[in-house]
C-alpha cells in the first residue's frame, strides 16, 4: 500500500465515523500530492454532499467528470443535485 492509499484508507474511515473535517482534512492532502487523484476528489464531492454544500459538492463532481467523463457515479449525484 502507498502512502496515498493509507491516506485514502485513513479518510474513509473519517468520514464514515462522521468526522468530516479530518476526513476532509485528508482528501485534500492526497489533491495536493496527485490533483487528479479520481478516488479522493468524488469523496470530497459526497462529502460535501452530506454536510450541505451543494456548491462545493458540484465542484467536486464536475471535476471528476473533467478527468472521466464516463464515470457513472459522479454524473448520477451531479445529477441528482441539479434536482435540489
Known amino acids: 500500500m502507498n ?3 493509507i491516506l485514502l484508507e485513513k479518510a474513509k474511515v473519517y468520514f464514515l465515523s462522521q468526522n468530516y473535517n479530518e476526513a476532509e482534512k485528508l482528501f485534500l492532502k492526497i489533491l495536493e500530492i496527485e490533483p ?5 476528489l468524488y469523496h470530497l464531492g459526497v462529502l460535501k454532499e452530506v454536510i450541505h454544500d451543494i456548491e462545493g459538492a458540484r465542484k467536486y ?24
Not at 36 to 40: F, P, R, S, Y
Not at 66 to 71: G, K, Q, R, T
Not at 75 to 83: F, I, V
Open 3 to 5: 502512502d496515498i492509499e
Open 36 to 40: 487528479d487523484n479520481l478516488d479522493a
Open 61 to 84: 463532481f464536475e471535476r471528476v467528470l473533467e478527468i472521466d467523463p464516463e464515470n457513472k457515479e459522479a454524473r448520477e449525484r451531479l445529477d441528482k443535485l441539479a434536482e435540489i
